[in-house]
């Protein structure tokens, strides 16, 4: 079973995101829209970094994202908003199925990973996301 918990408005088709969630074939994921304010405190808390960042994955299966970070993002890379919610989800879920990106091998590995995903979304709902690690 899978969850999304909607904390935040964000532009997001929830079917794709049911899609991508159906194809991790992940069994359990929540995930959930945040704040600023609750990322950084999960980032301190769980990785020692007193700073936001866009995603934070869990191995109990939770993924958090904060849109507004991933808003800064989008526009870093080119990306619409909804499609940067859609990428961190995919890092996310990239993360719960064991990638990493520290070592250049992992990192390859990762990537390799997350393409798998993005050509997935660009062939079957037409989306074009820009992707990195």
Not at 27 to 39: F, H
Request: with cysteine; net charge positive.
């Amino acid at each position: 079973m899978h969850y999304l918990n909607k904390l935040v408005q964000a532009k997001i088709d929830r079917a794709i995101v049911s899609a991508l969630l159906q194809k991790s074939g992940l069994p359990e994921i929540s995930v959930t829209l945040c704040g600023k304010t609750m990322i950084q405190k999960l980032n301190q808390k769980f990785r020692g970094q007193n700073r936001p960042t866009d995603v934070l994955s869990f191995d109990c299966g939770d993924i958090i994202i904060c849109p507004a970070t991933a808003a800064a993002n989008a526009q870093k890379y080119r990306n619409t908003l909804s499609n940067e919610l859609l990428y961190l989800l995919i890092h996310g879920l990239c993360h719960l199925q064991g990638h990493t990106h520290g070592a250049p091998r992992e990192t390859a590995r990762m990537q390799k990973a997350e393409q798998r995903y993005l050509a997935y979304l660009r062939k079957k709902y037409k989306i074009n996301i820009r992707g990195r690690v």
